[in-house]
C-alpha cells in the first residue's frame, strides 16, 4: 500500500516545540517534492513548508518562517517537520505529501496547491497538533 504515515503529535505549550515525522510506505522519496501542509478547523488549508528533490530548494509560509524546519532523510524513507517557538494558532491537522517534481514548477508552487488529495501524488491521513496552556 502506497502511503505516508504521520507521527508526532501531541498537545505542547506556546512556546514549545515538536518534531513530527512522516513514513513512506510502499514507495521512495526519489524524485518527489516532499511536504507539510496543515488544516485548522475552520479555516483554509495551509501549505507550510516544501522542500524539492535534489536542488536543496525550501519553501516556507511566512507564519511558520524562521520557526519550523522541513528535511528528509532518503536512507530512512522520512520526512520530518522540526516545529519550534509554536503558537496557538499552529493548531491544526498537519498532514505531509509528495508529489513527482516533473509535475510541479517549483517548491511553492507545490505549497500553494487547494488540495492535496487533487494536485499530490502520495499524502498520509495526518496527525493533531494542539498549542494551548
Known amino acids: 500500500q502506497l502511503q505516508f504515515v504521520e507521527s508526532g503529535g501531541g498537545l505542547v505549550q506556546p512556546g514549545g516545540s515538536l518534531r513530527l515525522s512522516c513514513a513512506a510506505s510502499?514507495?521512495?522519496?526519489?524524485?518527489?517534492?516532499i511536504g507539510w501542509f496543515r488544516q485548522a478547523p475552520g479555516k483554509e488549508h495551509e501549505g507550510v513548508s516544501c522542500?524539492?528533490?535534489?536542488?536543496?530548494?525550501?519553501y516556507y509560509a511566512d507564519s511558520v518562517k524562521g520557526r519550523f524546519t522541513i528535511s528528509r532523510d532518503t536512507n530512512k524513507n522520512m520526512v520530518y517537520l522540526q516545529m519550534n517557538s509554536l503558537k496557538p494558532e499552529d493548531s491544526a491537522v498537519y498532514f505531509c505529501?509528495?508529489?513527482?517534481?516533473?509535475?510541479?514548477?517549483?517548491?511553492?508552487?507545490?505549497?500553494?496547491?487547494?488540495?492535496?488529495?487533487?494536485?499530490?501524488?502520495?499524502w498520509g491521513k495526518g496527525t493533531l497538533v494542539t498549542v494551548s496552556s
Open positions: 505529501a509528495a508529489v513527482d517534481v516533473g509535475k510541479i514548477t517549483g517548491v511553492q508552487a507545490m505549497c500553494v496547491m487547494t488540495s492535496i488529495t487533487v494536485g499530490m501524488d502520495y
Open positions: 510502499g514507495f521512495t522519496l526519489d524524485y518527489l517534492a
Open positions: 522542500m524539492g528533490s535534489s536542488d536543496g530548494n525550501e
